[in-house]
């Protein structure tokens, strides 16, 4: 049997709606998958919140991914697939992306079919069609590769690996109450942004890259902060998320933003200061205070992407 083991990610990062995510070493889905006779593809599910999510493969993200690789591989055989879901479902955490890849890498292993790394990720972006409705790569391109990876061209799909900084640390505060669907996170985005506008986001995204690529912790956070169009939409959705923000920002955080979606929020810290339990604790104090109750936690970033192994 083959095993795959892929991260929670944060997609977005402030101004790069759907082009740069991030592993985080928080949380992982497992995948196991046998190759049994006979046709089809059906989905087991374990392990936390997995009551919402759908067993039938072709509304399950696992399920399309499995269904994509046997259509490319030109294979036709019986796939079990044993999901162990360790990363919160509907929370911004790319859930359903970690599910995605962890599926793509242990079925094309376990059918010994040799797909490209970009392959492997426009299949996994395929799964994100049950969630979101839209084949987005921004979680499913870190969960495989690890470390921050940006989407350089959709079609043909492009993406490119950055090492995180050694002393960035994130705090999260997820919210327990105030589950979304992605597909309702993105009807709330304009259609249309101006010239200015998009000068603007331009520039924002530019500075989060120059971060990344110097190791420059507090570009990386002031660009985190700087979305003025999709976090702008979103805040509309989550009750206490611009105070949330504004508390991390206080309590010595080097940026905040909503973690892909929401309603999670991510905020940079720099761990040789010491304050990112402070943070993380002044955002669930703020989201509290409007009456939304959160989990709190504190991780790096994850340098290696999916792990594959046979048991
Ligand atoms: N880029 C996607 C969005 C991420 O913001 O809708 C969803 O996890």
């Known amino acids: 049997m083959i095993v795959a083991k892929a991260p929670a990610t944060s997609a977005n990062l402030g101004p790069g709606f759907d082009v740069i995510g991030v592993a985080l070493d928080l949380a992982y889905d497992e995948v196991e998958v046998e190759v049994m006779d006979g046709e089809g593809v059906e989905i087991e599910l374990e392990g936390i919140e997995t009551t919402q999510i759908p067993k039938d493969p072709e509304k399950n993200s696992a399920g399309l991914v499995a269904r994509e690789v046997l259509r490319r591989g030109r294979v036709k055989t019986h796939l079990k697939i044993r999901i162990k879901k360790g990363v919160p479902q509907g929370v911004g955490l790319g859930s359903s992306a970690a599910s995605a890849s962890a599926t793509a890498v242990a079925v094309a292993r376990a059918l010994g079919l040799s797909l490209s790394t970009s392959e492997l990720i426009e299949i996994a972006s395929q799964g994100e069609i049950a969630s979101s409705g839209v084949a987005h790569a921004d979680n499913v391109a870190p969960s495989i590769l690890g470390g921050f990876v940006a989407i350089l061209s959709y079609s043909p799909l492009v993406v490119e690996k950055f090492m995180p900084p050694e002393h960035l640390e994130f705090a ?140």
């Not at 993105?186 to 200015?196: C, F, H, M, Y």
């Not at 989060?208 to 690529?213: C, K, P, Q, R, Y």
């Not at 703020?286 to 046979?310: D, H, N, Q, S, T």
Request: proline share 4%.
């Open 172 to 311: 999260l505060a997820i919210p327990k109450n105030l589950k979304k669907t992605t597909e309702r996170a993105r009807a709330v985005l304009p259609k249309n942004i101006g010239l200015r506008e998009h000068v603007e986001a331009m520039a924002s995204y530019s500075m989060l890259l120059t971060g990344i690529v110097r190791g420059d912790l507090k570009l990386i956070g002031k660009a985190m902060s700087s979305d003025a169009i999709v976090e702008v939409a979103r805040a509309k959705l989550y009750p206490g998320f611009l105070k949330a923000k504004e508390a991390a920002i206080k309590a010595g955080a080097l940026g905040a933003t909503l973690s892909g979606a929401g309603p999670t929020i991510i905020a940079a810290t720099d761990a040789r200061q010491g304050n990112s339990w402070g943070v993380a604790e002044a955002m669930k104090k703020a989201y509290e205070e409007e009456g939304v109750e959160c989990l709190i936690a504190v991780c790096k970033p994850r340098v290696e992407g999916v792990e594959v192994f046979e048991k």
